[in-house]
């Protein structure tokens, strides 16, 4: 609470006449300096007569902020009921003069405060600025957005133009290579030449590259702005408050879900018709989805570079913030008066909202693309003519269209079925936000259960193979009940209201050391149980496709792979709702960092806590639910890449024999490349945290008024040092990537040569694959469970529990959150992209292994 600085004889109104403060606050209860007020005392509001101005120092409910504010009658609307403006007049000080030259038609806030009318236009002010109407009308203009916003939005703009000149330059490199490489047989009869195929790959690289970016531009966009509009509602309800940031996060998830759709479907059908597919001649329908792996390629060429840049500039401005502001200085987290608070929020927006939606992007992508070229392989395989060759076309293509589109019905069904209230706010009144959530997944679930097996009757049945359709609807019931199982262990270790985070906040009780060493053994433990569920799908799916009926001419089962690569797309089929949940976390995570920030009652900070906390889990249960729909979509793009090498190399690439060193060598190799591309992204962190760290007490030094609210943190020397070695820092880890597998497959193709093994070079590149793929599904699992978990205890201790906020355990709690930082929001998640894009980029560079 701050005394308000109004000089109560100089502040007069366009009538003319005045009234002292103090007189007006005993009339209306209201005390001079008031903050935090929830509106006046009694039902309704007390009418202001038109010559009484009021001066409060916050009325929550009308904005976010803590300047002073004045609501002021204009002296003749005419109407029955009196409009009030409200203007921004921080800081009031004694020389200011109160003088409207400006009364305009305001809009209504609705029945609370009816007596109230805020206005939309500008008002001048003598003696003082033009200022702007502190607007909820409009949900929030206040500092904090705008320089949320504008700080997300510039990174994002100077991060895609980096991104996006490295993409052209890789676009020059793989168009080089396509214009001398050597073609398939299919492609040599179609007269698809070397430079038409270039050509192709490199404009479905750009492409993807583009939309990938569109994604996670999408997510940021919608982000900065739904914040302040849950830190509003939250004023008034939690279940207001929960309502608009599922439905603000589920905005940004039916898009990408949509754009994934739609750039493979307008691609597909761009090729279809320019080539002439399927016409005398021309290219056949089952070889076209070759043409396609440069778009998936191209979104996880963005993705990666994405959540590298992202996840540095967020958990380098959080740890930095947490390290000085809360252990070092002893404020609360999102204080205003942490110079890194504002970087800490703006990462939250392009490190989780922009990279994770560009993560799922090209996740389905890169499942409809490997489920074409697998459908097309089956399709040559059973030797199905006619009729039934359109049905197995269906199968390729537009099922895993249909099954997605049909995930933006179910996925909105589950959004619409978390209504908001305006009820009381207090925590204890409503059900747990988890709860609710979990009940709209559970209404996601059941529809698509239902909807799956519709579309598997419809599209699948074949006359050659009666119960083909039920087979592969059971390996699309597997995918979905993958999906929800790795939703639940996620949230079981991660949830504070579970036994393994609340055994990992009481070691906190023992020191920082006990709490690392129970973190981390619970990140270890947490990879056996999903990796126990990956096992089971995929076996349980390739034999349902293996058994389905589908036959070759020799009576061999063809369906296995097929069948796999449906389980994928049941597991995607919920991929908007957990998008949905996943965008959830970073918006609430915003809206409490601005009720902090604007001082707001502690009734409003405990509600976005506990909505922080669940977003908290949810982000978590979002990652397991990447790193479990890319070991099955690896799987499928791992098996895509072999009958890839089949093609072009024109004899039988069926298996790989680890016995041979060379390729024993690659595993090796692969293995490798998980660690070292881990390594390098948390240190990055590491590094630029330090910066950090030596600017905010820097600040804290040089600025003693700060901590007094005398002196304003410098902002933007934070978000300047975050945003500059973020774009400096994802280079190295990200060119590792890239270059590693193609590096490695020139090398042993050499060797290969030399040796007489001219298939050496590929079967490397496919056990480095292998290896580095199951490695890095235990390794993310490990790295985001353990940060999730890391992260809760802290919260799990800020509820009050084991000594509550600032005790020694909560000091210990925040160690293992900031260990646990770069774990879950820059390594862990980045490793889901990386699996993916070494099995598109070894997809897109094969002819060069050969």
């Known amino acids: 609470m701050r005394e308000s600085q109004v000089n109560d004889d100089q502040k007069t109104t366009k009538g003319g006449s005045s009234e002292g403060l103090s007189n007006l606050s ?3 209860k209201v005390p ?47 109407g029955a009921e009196p409009n009030y403006h409200m203007v921004r007049v921080a800081p009031w000080q004694p020389s200011d003069t109160f003088q409207a030259t400006k009364w305009t038609k305001s809009q209504s806030l609705g029945s609370l405060y009816a007596p109230f009318r805020l206005a939309r236009d500008p008002i001048l002010l ?16 206040g500092e904090q957005p705008d320089a949320i916003r504008d700080g997300a939005e510039g990174f994002f703009r100077t991060q895609y133009s980096t991104i996006s000149k490295m993409a052209i330059l890789l676009a020059l490199v793989i168009l080089s290579i396509y214009l001398f490489r050597s073609t398939t047989p299919q492609q040599e009869s179609s007269g698809l030449g070397r430079s038409t195929s270039a050509f192709i790959t490199v404009a479905a690289f750009l492409l993807g590259a583009l939309c990938s970016g569109i994604a996670g531009y999408v997510g940021m966009w919608v982000s900065v702005r739904a914040n302040v509009r849950v830190s509003s509602a939250a004023r008034r309800s939690a279940r207001e408050a929960l ?46 989805p070759l043409l396609l792996v440069g778009y998936g390629f191209g979104a996880s060429f963005v993705a990666l570079f994405a959540q590298l840049g992202g996840g540095i500039y967020t958990k380098a401005a959080d740890v930095g913030a947490d390290l000085v502001g809360k252990v070092e200085q002893g404020i609360p987290e999102d204080d205003p008066r942490n110079p890194a608070v504002i970087a800490d929020l703006v990462g939250d927006n392009v490190g989780d909202c922009a990279a994770r939606g560009a993560d799922l992007f090209e996740s389905i992508a890169a499942e409809i693309i490997s489920a074409m070229i697998l459908g097309g392989t089956m399709a040559k395989r059973c030797k199905i003519e006619g009729k039934c060759l359109s049905l197995i076309q269906l199968a390729s293509f537009c099922f895993s269209l249909v099954v997605h589109s049909f995930d933006l019905v179910i996925s909105s069904a589950g959004i619409f079925s978390i209504r908001g209230t305006r009820d009381s706010g207090v925590i204890g009144a409503i059900e747990d936000p988890m709860a609710i959530l979990q009940k709209g997944y559970s209404v996601t679930i059941f529809l698509a259960v239902v909807t799956f097996g519709l579309s598997t009757r419809w599209m699948l049945y074949t006359e050659q193979a009666p119960s083909a359709w039920l087979n592969f609807a059971l390996c699309g019931l597997v995918g979905i009940m993958t999906a929800y199982a790795f939703v639940w262990i996620t949230t079981y270790y991660t949830d504070y209201k579970h036994e393994p985070v609340r055994t990992l906040a009481l070691s906190s009780s023992t020191g920082h050391g006990t709490n690392i060493i129970a973190g981390i053994s619970l990140g270890l433990e947490s990879t056996a149980l999903p990796v126990l569920v990956i096992s089971v799908s995929i076996v349980s799916a390739f034999w349902l496709g293996h058994t389905s009926g589908l036959v070759d001419d020799d009576g061999n089962p063809t369906g296995g792979l097929f069948g796999t690569a449906v389980a994928t797309m049941g597991m995607l089929s919920t991929a908007a709702y957990v998008l949905t949940m996943d965008m959830f976390g970073p918006i609430a995570d915003n809206a409490g960092g601005i009720v902090e920030m604007s001082q707001q009652p502690e009734s409003v900070r ?17 990652k397991g639910f990447a790193i479990g729909s890319a070991a099955l979509a690896s799987f499928l793009l791992f098996s895509a890449y072999m009958d890839e090498v089949a093609a072009f ?6 298996q790989v024999d680890i016995a041979i060193p060379e390729v024993f060598v690659g595993g090796l190799l692969g293995s490798m490349l998980i660690f070292l591309f881990s390594a390098w992204a948390c240190a990055a962190v590491g590094r630029t945290a330090q910066e950090v760290v030596n600017e905010v007490r820097r600040q804290f030094i040089e600025r003693p008024g700060i901590m007094d609210y005398k002196e304003k943190p410098d902002y933007g020397r934070c978000v300047a040092i975050v945003a500059s070695a973020s774009l400096k820092e994802m280079i190295k880890p990200g060119a590792l990537a890239i270059v590693s597998p193609i590096v490695v497959g ?67 709690a925040i160690t293992g959150d900031t260990v646990g930082d770069p774990f879950k929001d820059t390594a862990g998640p980045s490793l889901h992209v990386l699996i993916k894009m070494l099995a598109t980029i070894t ?3 094969a002819p060069i292994f050969l």
Not at 53 to 63: E, N
Not at 126 to 141: N, P, V
Request: charged content about 15%.
């Open 26 to 28: 005993e009339r209306l």
């Open 32 to 78: 001079t300096g008031t903050t935090g007020t929830r509106g006046f005392e009694g039902s309704p509001p007390p009418n202001i007569e038109p010559s009484n101005p009021l001066a409060l120092a916050s009325i929550p409910d009308f904005f976010v902020g803590p300047e002073q504010w004045c609501i002021s009658h204009p002296p003749s609307l005419g």
């Open 126 to 141: 003598q003696g003082t600025e033009r200022s702007q109407i502190g607007s909820l009308a409009r949900r929030g203009k």
């Open 243 to 288: 309502q608009i940031a599922v439905r603000a996060g589920g905005f940004s998830a039916i898009v990408v879900v949509g754009m994934a759709v739609l750039g493979v479907a307008i691609l597909y059908a761009t090729f279809y018709v320019w080539l002439g597919v399927d016409s005398p001649g021309s290219m056949k329908v089952t070889d076209l």
């Open 606 to 622: 405990e509600i976005t806590d506990v909505l922080d906390a669940v977003g908290n889990t949810t982000k978590a249960t979002t």
């Open 649 to 654: 190399a024109h004899v039988p690439f069926n």
């Open 746 to 812: 020139l090398m042993f193709r050499i060797l290969g040569y030399y040796t007489g093994h001219p298939l050496l070079g590929a079967k490397v590149v496919a056990s480095m694959l292998m290896f580095a793929t199951v490695s890095g599904i235990l390794m993310a699992l490990f790295l985001n469970t353990a940060g999730g978990a890391w992260d809760n205890a802290k919260k799990y201790i800020e509820t009050g529990a084991l000594g509550g906020k600032g005790s020694e355990c909560h000091k210990a």
């Open 843 to 845: 997809l897109v560079m």
